[in-house]
């Protein structure tokens, strides 16, 4: 059974910085394609980053030069490190996997989600 736990959400300040975990279970996140994606209230989900086998990655424009996804293979965890956040970045994220390898941006390509964790960036 695949399980995806996300951790690491909270409340920050405009202009700092939170580390997004995602410990994966049931799979083994260097040979599947992992995502982040991110839902703020009243809105659709949206495309984050996406990180292939191939360490191949994918960002949203709007998070281009501020957040970094990695991955740590010994702990089958995905990591995304974001920076210089802003208010517009409040949002639900969801760590999502894929069965295939390559990495893709639609979230209807992903097969496994986790729970969710919030983040919040007051102004």
């Not at 909270?10 to 994966?24: D, E, F, I, K």
């Not at 996804?69 to 894929?98: F, G, H, W």
Request: charged share 15%.
């Amino acid at each position: 059974q695949v399980q995806l736990v996300e951790s690491g959400g909270g409340l920050v300040q405009a202009g700092g910085s939170l580390r997004l975990s995602c410990a994966a279970s049931g799979l083994t996140s260097s040979t599947n394609a992992m995502a982040w994606f991110r839902q703020a209230p009243g809105k659709e989900r949206e495309f984050v980053v996406a990180i292939g086998w191939s360490i191949t990655t994918y960002y949203a424009d709007s998070v281009k030069g501020r957040f970094t996804i990695s991955r740590d293979n010994a702990k089958n965890t995905v990591y995304l490190q974001m920076n210089s956040l802003k208010p517009e970045d409040t949002a639900v994220y969801y760590c999502a996997a894929r069965r295939g390898g390559v990495a893709r941006v639609g979230g209807g390509q992903y097969d496994y989600w986790g729970q969710g964790t919030q983040v919040t960036v007051s102004s």
